[in-house]
Nanobody, 119 residues
């Protein structure tokens, strides 16, 4: 199983970035996908999530209206479009795949991609 994030980098406040997470080694279309982030000295937090078929999305309050999660099941890829970026968005962004089976679940993580918002 591999989840490979890309698209991070340095951007000025107010700018935009588009993160991608390419998945392999599992049936991507059966998994809900999420983006999390972790800033230095802080706990990992949920940024956004999307259902397995893309029909349902969920965002952390501070990201609503600025970030958009989407997926392309034909390409086994999930995206995070980030607009109006703020310095407090600086963090390592991680891709997560999760599928629940009754009382159990499968849970995979990528290595993360650094996003730095600074002038």
């Amino acid at each position: 199983v591999h989840l490979v994030e890309s698209g991070g980098g340095l951007v000025q406040p107010g700018g935009s970035l588009r993160l991608s997470c390419a998945a392999s080694g599992f049936t991507f279309s059966r998994y809900a996908m999420s983006w999390y982030r972790q800033a230095p000295g802080k706990e990992r937090e949920l940024v956004a999530a999307i259902s397995s078929r893309g029909g349902s999305t969920n965002y952390a309050d501070s990201m609503k209206g600025r970030f958009t999660i989407s997926r392309d099941n034909a390409k086994n890829t999930v995206y995070l479009q980030m607009n109006s970026l703020k310095p407090e968005d600086t963090a390592v962004y991680f891709c997560n795949a999760r599928r629940e089976y009754g009382l159990g679940f499968s849970d995979y993580w990528g290595q993360g991609t650094q996003v730095t918002v600074s002038s």
